[in-house]
Structures are given as structure tokens and as C-alpha cells.
């Protein structure tokens, strides 16, 4: 399965835009880009996912480079549910386990 | 509400015992994945049933099974339990849709005493 890069952590103060950073150098034509998150005590949650287009849903946008070597989570207003560990994944076609990293892990500060 | 359930939520249990997980997917899921999750090892996949069959294996040790019943709901059977054996374990069903968006439970708490 193709890697990706998250930085470790990252921090934002409330009601400001977040801009997650992922990098996957070694994507496939077919890997889709996933994103989910996973709040304290609690299981992973899906935020969003894409395969070439940039995406928005009431969650988040995902900008997706035009080589889809990198993508961007873009959360437009953060409050405080949003701290959170966030999680880039590729994945193949549907069928596929979730392999997790490490993430990011994000702080919003009031 | 994700629509996976997980039972039990709490589960306190000695060393050498035996215990079973159980999680019903989202209604239509066929994929059910089993997950656990420690402090030291973060989220590891551990195994993947389909419509009853077995589709993929990750780090499961031999002292765990799995099954998924013909009513697609799937048991993790955790055996001759040991200490590091404690973590958060997590189910998780998937729509068949194009890039295979899972959705998780809210885990089993592990406590292995």
C-alpha cells in the first residue's frame, strides 16, 4: 500500500481555518484519499475522502494536488470538538482495510 | 451514531482466560473489520470477513479468531489472555461504495488483570 506523511501535530485557535497536510508521493491512479479522524475514547470517525477532484461536505474540503501527490484537509472553522488525532489513508478500490499511521494531531485553542 | 455496535463496552478479565467480542455492522454492511487499539501501538487492523468469509488478515495473533455469522454479525475471540493483551478493540463495517468509506464502533475496553 502506497505511504503517506502527516506531520506529528498542529495547532489552531477556535474559529480560525485549519489546513491538515498530507503528502503521498507514491499514490496510484486507482488509490483513493480518505480522511478520518478519531476524537478522545472514541472510534475513528470518516470526515471525507476523494480521488482526484477537490471534495466539500458539511465536515471539511479536501484539495487534492493536480499530481495527487499531496492533499490538504481543510477544516474552514475550528472550535474545540475538532481537537482530534486526523488521519490521511489511501485506499484502493472498495474492499479494502484501513491501514492507520500515526496522524496528526490537532489542538484548538479558545 | 455510526450504526456498528459493540458489546460489551467494559471488560475486566484475568490472565489465561478467554473472552468474545461482539459487533453487529451497519445494517446492509456486508465487510466487518476487527481493530485494536493501545497506547503504545496505535490503531493495528487485525482481520477482515465479507459475507462470512475471511478477506484479510493483518497483526492477529494465533490466540485470536474471528467469525462473521450468516446474519453478518461478527464475534473476535481473544484466548489464553496475557497483560499487553489490554487495549481498546474496535469493529468497523463498510459500504461497498467506490473508495470504501468504514465506519467504526465505539469499542470493547480491554482490561487484562
Known amino acids: 500500500d502506497a505511504k503517506t506523511t502527516q506531520p506529528n501535530s498542529m495547532e489552531s485557535n477556535e474559529e480560525e481555518p485549519v489546513h491538515l497536510p498530507c503528502n503521498h508521493s507514491t499514490i496510484s491512479g486507482t488509490d483513493y484519499i480518505h480522511w478520518y479522524r478519531q476524537l478522545p475514547s472514541q472510534g475513528p470517525e470518516y470526515v471525507i475522502h476523494g480521488l482526484t477532484s477537490n471534495v466539500n461536505n458539511r465536515m471539511a474540503s479536501l484539495a487534492i494536488a493536480e499530481d495527487r501527490k499531496s492533499s490538504t484537509l481543510i477544516l474552514h472553522r475550528a472550535t474545540l470538538r475538532d481537537a482530534a488525532v486526523y488521519y490521511c489513508i489511501l485506499t484502493h478500490q472498495a474492499g479494502t482495510a484501513l491501514i492507520f499511521g500515526k496522524g496528526t494531531t490537532l489542538s484548538v485553542s479558545s | 451514531d455510526s450504526g456498528v455496535t459493540q458489546t460489551p463496552k467494559h471488560l475486566i478479565t484475568a490472565t489465561g482466560q478467554r473472552v468474545t467480542l461482539r459487533c453487529s455492522p451497519r445494517?446492509?454492511?456486508?465487510?466487518v473489520y476487527w481493530y485494536q487499539q493501545s497506547l503504545d501501538q496505535g490503531l493495528q487492523f487485525l482481520i477482515q470477513?465479507?459475507?462470512?468469509?475471511?478477506?484479510a488478515k493483518g497483526n492477529i495473533l494465533e490466540r485470536f479468531s474471528a467469525q462473521q455469522f450468516p446474519d453478518l454479525h461478527s464475534e473476535l475471540n481473544l484466548s489464553s489472555l496475557e497483560l499487553g493483551d489490554s487495549a481498546l478493540y474496535f469493529c468497523a463495517s463498510s459500504v461497498r461504495d467506490r473508495g470504501n468509506t468504514i465506519y467504526f464502533g465505539e469499542g470493547s475496553w480491554l482490561t487484562v488483570v
Open positions: 470477513y465479507y459475507n462470512g468469509e475471511e478477506r
Open positions: 445494517s446492509g454492511d456486508l465487510s
